[in-house]
């Protein structure tokens, strides 16, 4: 393959919260079928509350020999990670997913491997490319991105009114359950969290075809739709 052609099929994929859901996302995986120049960002939140957060971590490590990944940080990763490090927030991780996601390990901290918490500790603010900003949960409106707060990054729900900061990239966020299981598709901003471990599905967007896969972790059914027909 020459490098034009190489070049011209290099894609994104943008995966919203996986929540623990490892048998949606494998099929997600399975159908996305990466190239070494393609790119996957996870929008945070890939664990806690589905059944299978070890067995994420386990696929999404797997997918980082293929091609590369990206994890933006979400508020169950930050939660996580403090708990495994004794800090404050070890009782509301532990009620909010945070048990399943440790019963998924054996049940104790000492269960979850070095490579694990590297993982969850490579989760990133937010990350841009050329067109798309990725962040896990919300923007601060005005607020430039390197001086954005963690709660505005990672808690702050949608209000259906969020404006893209900059008119020339799209914004790509999670956090905000979407309870139609359906993207939600404001001007400029895309919402990709569709409830995965609640019986909704799993979200991936390819963002040069528009392109949206998902699965679902329960019935693994899965289905292709348009961005556009949103
Ligand atoms: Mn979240």
């Given amino acids: 393959m020459d490098e034009r052609a190489e070049q011209s099929e290099k894609k994104t994929f943008v995966i919203g919260d996986i929540h623990g859901c490892d048998i949606a996302l494998d099929?997600?995986?399975?159908r996305m079928d990466v190239t070494?120049?393609?790119t996957v960002v996870l929008l945070g939140d890939v664990v806690d509350r589905g059944p299978g957060s070890k067995e994420v971590i386990d696929l999404l490590l797997n997918l980082k020999k293929f091609c590369k990944v990206v994890l933006i940080m979400g508020?169950?990763?930050?939660?996580?990670?403090?708990?495994?490090?004794?800090g404050a927030s070890e009782g509301l991780w532990l009620q909010h997913g945070g048990q399943e996601a440790l019963e998924s390990y054996g049940g104790s901290y000492s269960d979850i491997p070095f490579e694990h918490v590297a993982f969850l500790e490579s989760g990133k603010d937010y990350w841009e490319?050329?067109?798309?900003?990725?962040?896990?949960?919300?923007?601060q409106p005005e607020?430039?991105?390197?001086?954005?707060?963690?709660?505005?990054?990672?808690?702050?729900?949608?209000t259906g009114f969020e404006q893209s900061p900059?008119?020339?990239?799209?914004?790509?966020?999670?956090?905000?359950?979407?309870p139609n299981g359906l993207p939600l598709v404001l001007d400029n901003w895309i919402c990709l969290d569709t409830w995965a471990?609640?019986?909704f599905y799993l979200t991936c967007l390819e963002t040069t075809t528009n392109m949206i896969y998902q699965a679902h972790q329960e019935t693994q059914d899965f289905r292709y739709i348009r961005l556009e027909d949103i």
């Fill in 27 to 30: 099929i997600l995986l399975n």
């Fill in 197 to 199: 471990y609640n019986g």
């Fill in 143 to 158: 607020v430039p991105l390197d001086y954005q707060e963690r709660e505005w990054l990672r808690w702050t729900r949608l």
């Fill in 36 to 38: 070494q120049q393609d």
């Fill in 75 to 86: 508020n169950h990763e930050e939660m996580m990670l403090d708990s495994m490090r004794g």
């Fill in 129 to 139: 490319n050329e067109t798309e900003i990725f962040v896990h949960a919300n923007l």
């Fill in 166 to 178: 900059n008119p020339d990239k799209r914004v790509l966020c999670g956090h905000t359950p979407q």
